[in-house]
């Protein structure tokens, strides 16, 4: 038997990987410029409980487009060609970068226009979802897609390590070089998923009118316990344990480490991710996968427990010398706890892609990668929200810590209900499951 070949060997492949490093580098470098214009814009005029709240919405408004569109978006995505539509929606990204580059150019830059764009960004992001998810499976061999998987994230990580930093150190040189070059990053990528080449027709829904086919995504996904478990968890792990929000809250008037450290703050998670990831790639995760993503989503919610305690207790105990800079007490741990949580929940997800991905047929990836990117983006946009909100009402630090320890009591909630996650021992196991088919809805009677 032949050796099946690695990733990177297959021009497609390498093609889409470096079309979402530099689709992500941008996307990073843009989204923690907006909430830091967000949060300076408000706090401006507003104290930090109140500015916090306004990070809450820019949640929101990412959001609700994803909320609308993800079953249309996962619907288009199983039957067009899933290259055109990932190519349009960067287009729409870069379009919304060049216009955020131009008005804060131009001193014309407000909340209301930050809102929109941000918006704007949710409806690209639920088209390039599932386009993107789908087609990675398409682009290699099945032998090869958990090595696929991790070397995607790879690029995805990658550019999250170092988009926040490329952003925080372009605004600090222009405000508006951060948007400009992710405008560049953007077109890059589309000219990147140009030179994929055709890809064998995937199959098409079959029966039933569009909304029916659209449903059967989310019936899919639920009758499935194991992949509704996993992605059900990612869900609300991040909802309560998610910190991104507040980032700047401690970037600014927690740790006082400015735009640049709000980029460090921003990359460190992904850093822990990418050394996690660039492991898998090299020795794919093969037994216990089901417990080790279990064990994974405590960790990540101890760390952020432990990344929201962790300058204010310095702080207390030695005085400013604990805050400021990159290297005193209290950043360092804060650091540190971050890069854990961030290699914790590369775990999670390793775990999480591979199940979806081996577990769907090609004809369905595009409207089950719909559903994980809702339940995704519900978990980020509204955990944003509701570290907001929780900010606005407790403070920054409360609504870390206890957001922590609520992502840990989930992890042992999930563990008793959904038994399948933990019995889930290896990937091939989940390849020969078989679980019911979707039916069509009877006829009445007569």
């Not at 804060?104 to 407000?110: H, L, M, N």
């Not at 990580?157 to 925080?168: S, Y």
């Not at 030695?318 to 706890?337: R, T």
């Amino acid at each position: 038997m032949s050796k099946p070949p690695h990733p990177f060997t297959l021009h497609n492949f390498r093609a889409y990987w470096l079309a979402r490093l530099s689709g992500t580098l941008a996307q990073m470098a843009m989204v923690i410029v907006i909430g830091w214009q967000v949060y300076d814009i408000a706090r401006q005029t507003m104290g930090v409980k109140e500015s916090a709240f306004y990070l809450g919405l820019i949640g929101v408004a990412q959001f609700l487009p994803l909320l609308v569109l993800s079953l249309v978006a996962g619907w288009v995505a199983d039957r067009v060609d899933r290259r055109l539509i990932a190519r349009a929606a960067l287009l729409l990204e870069a379009g919304c970068a060049a216009a955020l580059a131009w008005m804060t150019w131009s001193g014309i830059i407000a909340l209301p226009a930050l809102f929109t764009i941000a918006a704007l960004l949710g409806v690209a992001r639920a088209f390039a979802g599932p386009s993107l998810s789908a087609l990675a499976p398409n682009l290699v061999p099945a032998a090869v897609l958990p090595t696929a998987i991790a070397m995607s994230s790879v690029s995805w990580q990658t550019g999250a390590v170092l988009g926040p930093a490329l952003g925080g150190y372009l605004y600090a040189a222009n405000p508006a070089l951060p948007y400009a070059v992710s405008a560049a990053l953007f077109a890059f990528s589309v000219a990147m998923l140009s030179l994929v080449r055709p890809i064998n027709a995937q199959g098409k829904p079959s029966g039933g009118n569009p909304w029916q086919q659209m449903v059967e995504g989310l019936t899919y996904v639920r009758r499935n316990r194991l992949v509704f478990g996993a992605i059900s968890l990612d869900l609300f792990a991040v909802l309560f344990g998610g910190v991104t929000a507040l980032l700047p809250v401690y970037a600014r008037d927690i740790l006082m480490v400015g735009s640049e450290g709000l980029g460090h703050l921003r990359g460190a998670p992904s850093l822990g991710a990418v050394l996690v990831a660039i492991g898998f790639s090299i020795r794919p995760l093969r037994n216990n996968v089901g417990q080790r993503m279990l064990w994974a989503v405590a960790v990540f919610g101890a760390m952020t427990a432990l990344f929201g305690l962790a300058g204010p207790i310095f702080y207390w105990a030695m005085g400013p010398a604990a805050i400021g800079h990159d290297y005193a007490p209290g950043v360092a741990l804060s650091l540190l706890a971050l890069v854990v949580l961030g290699a914790a929940d590369m775990i999670s997800v390793y775990v999480r892609s591979s199940l979806i991905q081996l577990s769907t047929p090609d004809a369905m990836r595009g409207r089950v990668g719909a559903v994980s990117t809702l339940f995704i983006s519900g978990s980020n946009e509204l955990g944003e929200a509701r570290a907001g909100f929780f900010a606005a009402v407790i403070g920054p630090v409360a609504a870390t810590a206890v957001g922590g320890v609520l992502a840990v009591a989930i992890t042992g909630l999930w563990a008793y209900i959904f038994p399948e996650l933990r019995r889930a021992r290896n990937f091939e196991t989940v390849k020969t499951l078989e679980f019911p088919p979707v039916e069509p809805p009877k006829e009445k009677a007569q």
